[in-house]
């Protein structure tokens, strides 16, 4: 009897679906296919089929036997993610499959000192042998202060972007010449970095000959599990396919059965199919199980249907096969069952003290029995399927549990190069925390967050910290107090994007800090509690940064009054309220930078600075703003770092419309586009916003339809937050401007679903504005105008705002207008009418006279 059915059942719609986004993929239509489905069902299997003929070179190209095209030249790369998820094996599945890459075509990652290897070292360490020192260095600025990570990392979201633009890049380049398949198998154990790293992918590949096909477990998606929220985004992505396995039939379940006995289907027992399909619901990984289950004797026919004695649990009859094999094979699964598979030969050689040959004999009968299957690696092992190895480590006696892992623990420390580099911190901080040895579990977390931070890896760098925190007051020296740590974690859950935990964690920190004994520490808490309020709309964050600039000067801590003073001064500038201090912020940054030997602080504090003088029309600075502004451009392009290339194009794109000089802002948002696109680059928010600043300038030159382009391109780059928000006012402004007043109330709506920025005068002034004219156009409310108007005449900082301002009294004066015309016609039509009474009124008196 086989172990595995040898046909391939029930899937033909699936696999003719894939095989027809390959052959798309081919034609230059990237896509992402994500398959689910409960454990057993086959998602594996049906990658198997689908990707086995791709790696055959006997097997021409053209149309396979199932139909659909089979392109030539189709490169397959493979990773899984590993069942540690989000505890903090970053990038697992990338890792594998460039590792793949790696090995067969070297020279895909460019030359050894070139910028794509440089990023791309930060996912494979060994891709760093060879290059030199200075090309080595990533292009950023000291990410430490006296051990502290500085809140700010300057570049440091960018620097992820980089990452991951390297990927894409690489990605691209592959699927230029021959078609690339990238299978991620696995998603519901993914890491946070891995989704993200996904979803960004699914959003950036365009016009590239890549499929990315991904595999998760449906029934492993609790309610709060973090792949839900994430499929459900990526169905919102053009592109993103999805393909949900359900279980076999009843005739395919026997067909199934048949092909495993290798009978037909008349030669099986009477009701023996029938019965499998009701134990195993259509399952094929448990009708397999099944049919072992109760095969007997040397012909390996199924037992008589009276004569099942089939286990009433799943973990039951999985452990059927293995409980059949000899004892000290069994022990052996034990054992491997505790280790993160896939597992090597030579780690199983010292974790057994065995020989060679007696491992072999321990191995064979559980290859034999097909519970074990070779892994990833030439030398290496895992079980068939998960079930099984979860079935036998949930055989573990606590005791035992513990010790295996603190045997495996100690040999990873003595054996470093038994696991991948990036790979062997994470791992020891998970043998040691389940081996309940606390002290060394704490200092396994510490460095393994250090590992995931290197590799921009913030969810994971976030995780670990957080298994720190919980295992401080459980060892005897920390070696690092407290407080600290606590500003580390919140550092990690900002930069991962949770601003409500680092704001937590922060208070918690302040409270422990003497800012007296620490002003740096205390300084650095305040500046990072003023981002995270900025983030979330809190206010603008200028009552914590004024505490952190009391803190420290720039003669004792230049590194740290830099990142404060850089804050300030773009805050100062979105908010308009004090322009003077804006320019001085800003300068001294300048000065700052000059001093730490900071370009990338150099240049920020540029662009406010001309962001600032640009603005300021009345005070006739708005050339050398001007001017200002495209030097920092040429500087930042020589710097290369994207964000602040971004930041550098949207900037003089604004200021430049502030001047009424709209054809000219059009063209800088244009140059800006392709700058970013010429570098491989798709960083979200940039894109947006240079879109969107393209639509208001269009807008002004009466080119509504480029502008509806232009902000239908920024919706295609999927813009998070506000952003998103933003671009949804403006297709509701043009809308209006056309009379459309249900389209303006739909996009209206879906502008609303994210909380304005109050304080930020490029979001509170259009919103104010927006409300007027809503009241004028949509509810014709010159009490709701009124009251909206208010608002702005309730922070005279606005008028200080020479760009949005006066756009707010026009729309106010023009609703008055047609206000009092309105009021006027009421008039005119009352006192027609009463005219019309009177009349008839004589009228009906004389008539009555007479």
């Not at 000089?661 to 928010?685: C, D, S, T, W």
């Amino acid at each position: 009897m086989r172990q595995v059915s040898p046909v391939f059942v029930g899937r033909g719609p699936e696999l003719s679906k894939l095989r027809s986004l390959l052959a798309a993929a081919a034609g230059g239509e990237p896509a992402v296919v994500v398959v689910g489905g409960d454990a057993g069902i086959g998602k594996s299997r049906l990658v198997e089929e689908f990707v086995r003929p791709l790696l055959d070179p006997e097997q021409a190209p053209g149309p396979s036997a199932e139909g659909g095209e089979r392109p030539a030249d189709v490169r397959v790369l493979i990773g899984g993610c590993a069942e540690l998820g989000d505890e903090g094996v970053a990038y697992a599945p990338f890792v594998a499959a460039l590792r793949q890459l790696l090995r067969d075509c070297p020279s895909a990652f460019g030359d050894s000192n070139g910028v794509r290897r440089r990023e791309l070292s930060w996912l494979l360490p060994e891709l760093s042998e060879g290059m030199s020192a200075e090309a080595s260095a990533p292009a950023r600025m000291e990410r430490h202060v006296e051990g502290l990570p500085a809140v700010a990392r300057a570049g440091e979201i960018s620097a992820r972007g980089r990452l991951f633009d390297a990927v894409l890049g690489l990605l691209e380049d592959l699927g230029s010449d021959e078609t690339l398949l990238l299978v991620l198998e696995d998603l519901h154990w993914a890491d946070r970095s891995t989704r993200d790293l996904l979803g960004f992918l699914a959003r950036s590949l365009r016009e590239s000959q890549v499929l990315i096909a991904a595999t998760y477990r449906t029934d492993d998606l609790h309610r709060g599990h973090p792949l839900r929220p994430f499929l459900a985004e990526a169905d919102r992505i053009r592109g993103v396919h999805r393909i949900d396995l359900g279980p076999l039939t009843t005739g395919e379940s026997a067909e199934q059965l048949a092909s495993i006995y290798g009978r037909t289907g008349r030669d099986l027992p009477p009701g023996f199919a029938e019965e499998v399909f009701a134990r195993a619901e259509g399952n094929p990984f448990f009708t397999e199980e099944l049919a072992c289950a109760v095969t007997e004797g040397t012909g390996g026919m199924p037992a008589d249907v009276g004569g099942f004695a089939l286990s009433d649990t799943l973990r039951d009859l999985l452990l059927i096969k293995v409980e059949q094999l000899p004892e000290p094979t069994q022990r052996m699964l034990r054992l491997l069952s505790a280790a993160l598979p896939p597992v090597d030969h030579r780690f199983l050689l010292l974790v057994t003290g065995t020989t060679d040959d007696e491992l072999n004999e321990l191995i064979r009968p559980a290859f034999q029995a097909h519970i074990l299957v070779p892994g990833e690696g030439p030398t290496s092992y895992r079980f068939r399927h998960a079930l099984l190895r979860e079935a036998v480590h949930n055989e573990l006696l606590p005791g035992e549990h513990s010790a295996l892992h603190r045997r495996y623990a100690e040999l990873l420390e003595a054996e470093p190069s038994l696991v991948a580099a990036e790979m062997r911190e994470v791992e020891l901080a998970h043998h040691w925390y389940s081996a309940r040895d606390y002290p060394r579990a704490y200092d396994a977390a510490l460095k393994a967050a250090e590992t995931a931070d290197a590799r921009y890896a913030y969810a994971e760098e976030h995780q670990m910290l957080e298994r720190a925190l919980d295992l401080w007051d459980q060892v005897p020296e920390p070696g690092l107090d407290y407080a600290r740590l606590l500003y580390k974690t919140a550092c990690a859950a900002h930069l991962a994007g949770d601003p409500h935990r680092a704001l937590s964690l922060t208070d918690k920190a302040l409270k422990r800090v003497d800012p007296a004994q620490e002003p740096e520490l205390a300084a650095l808490l305040h500046h990072l509690r003023s981002r995270d309020h900025h983030v979330l709309g809190r206010g603008d964050g200028m009552a914590d940064i004024w505490a952190a600039l009391d803190l420290v000067d720039g003669e004792s801590s230049p590194q740290v009054r830099v990142q404060i003073t850089n804050s300030a001064s773009f805050i100062k500038m979105l908010t308009s309220d004090d322009i003077d201090a804006a320019l001085r912020f800003a300068e001294e940054t300048a000065l700052l930078a000059d001093k730490i030997d900071s370009d990338l602080y150099r240049i920020a504090a540029a662009i406010t600075k001309g962001t600032v003088l640009a603005g300021q029309v009345s005070l006739g600075t708005h050339e050398e703003g001007l001017a200002n502004l495209r030097q920092a451009i040429i500087d930042a392009l020589g710097y290369g770092d994207p964000g602040i290339i971004g930041r550098g194009y949207i900037n003089l794109c604004s200021a430049l419309e502030t001047l009424d000089r709209h054809q000219e802002a059009v063209q800088v948002a244009r140059a800006g586009l392709a700058e970013l696109k010429r570098r491989g680059v798709r960083l979200r928010i940039a894109e947006s916003m240079l879109w969107t600043n393209m639509a208001e300038s269009l807008m002004a030159l009466g080119r509504w339809d480029e502008a509806v382009a232009a902000l239908n391109s920024s919706l295609d780059v999927d813009p998070p937050g506000i952003h998103g928000s933003s671009t949804h006012e403006y297709l509701a402004d043009l809308a209006m401007l056309r009379g459309d007043h249900d389209t303006a109330r739909a996009e209206l709506a879906l502008g609303a679903r994210t909380p304005s920025r109050g304080f930020e005068h490029q979001y509170a002034l259009p919103g104010i504005r927006r409300e007027i004219e809503k009241a004028v156009w949509l509810t014709r409310s010159i009490t709701e105008a009124r009251t909206a108007f208010q608002a702005f005449l309730d922070k005279p900082q606005f008028l200080g705002d020479e760009r949005y301002a006066w756009r707010v009294l026009t729309a106010m004066a023009m609703a008055e207008a047609d206000h009092a015309e309105t009021t006027r016609a009421a008039a005119r039509t009352a006192a027609a009418r009463a005219d019309t009474a009177a009349s008839a009124v004589v009228a009906a008196l004389a008539e009555r006279a007479g």
